[in-house]
């Protein structure tokens, strides 16, 4: 059984990850690679790929004797702590992410309407963008913005568009919302929104969305103009590894 390239987006990765803890904990004792990948119907190449991140993220655990089993993550257990747990896992996402892309790292949702930053992971190196102007108010000129009203339908973006007026933050900032609303339609969910100095001189940023069910959310970076040739690589990074941010939102 071959994948094709659609099929080994985060998005799916995510389903079949969720196939195989599924699997894993239908087996009380255990279960091999070989058996998942013949119970699941997964190559084994792509399986290992999975059963590696879910291990890395604590998913998984694997027994001594042989055979994966569930793992520690409080993210698994309905417990009182599981927000507390989802948290500290996004951050430590963020955290690795930073340190891979050599940019600020954020995770933002539209929630009750409005663009929200949730949490983020910046540095002596990846210093995060200047918010000098609210990101609530900025959605037309950040790609985090941007990324998350392209998630919703048409009728959505006017409606935000109708309470945060868009206004010119710098010379490259679109204003006009026709145009805004063709660009938004015409964003490819595959590909990242980005950000060429829209919202802030100095800096550029890109998007990428990690939607799961109902919930509208982004991965994004910034870095500053000097670094802008290695923005579009560093997103195809954060895209790649978007699938441990969506399978945390989707346990």
Not at 113 to 139: L, Q
Not at 174 to 184: A, G, I, R
Request: proline content about 4%; hydrophobic content about 40%.
């Amino acid at each position: 059984m071959a994948l094709d390239h659609r099929q080994t987006e985060p998005v799916y990765a995510v389903r079949y990850a969720l196939r195989v803890l599924q699997t894993v904990d239908s087996h009380q004792h255990g279960v091999s690679a070989k058996q998942l990948a013949r119970e699941i119907g997964l190559p084994m190449g792509y399986l290992t790929q999975l059963l590696t991140m879910l291990r890395r993220e604590r998913y998984l655990g694997y027994l001594p004797g042989g055979g994966y089993v569930i793992g520690d993550s409080q993210v698994l257990y309905g417990a009182a702590g599981r927000d507390t747990a989802l948290a500290q896992k996004l951050r430590a996402i963020l955290v690795e992410l930073r340190d891979e892309v050599g940019a600020a790292v954020y995770f933002s949702r539209y929630d009750d309407g409005e663009v929200r930053i949730i949490d983020f992971a910046d540095g002596p190196h990846a210093p995060k963008v200047n918010e000098w102007v609210d990101f609530r108010s900025a959605a037309h000129a950040s790609a985090v913005g941007k990324c998350l009203l392209s998630q919703l339908d048409h009728n959505g973006r006017l409606e935000h568009l109708s309470r945060h007026r868009p206004a010119r933050l710098t010379s490259r900032t679109e204003v006009d919302d026709k145009v805004l609303l063709t660009k938004l339609d015409r964003q490819p969910a595959a590909l990242p929104t980005l950000d060429w100095q829209e919202y802030a001189i100095g800096t550029v940023c890109a998007a990428i969305p990690v939607t799961v069910g109902k919930t509208v959310a982004c991965l994004a970076l910034s870095m500053p103009t000097t670094q802008a040739h290695r923005l579009r690589t560093a997103a195809d990074t954060l895209h790649e590894r978007a699938a441990p941010v969506l399978l945390s939102m989707s346990i």
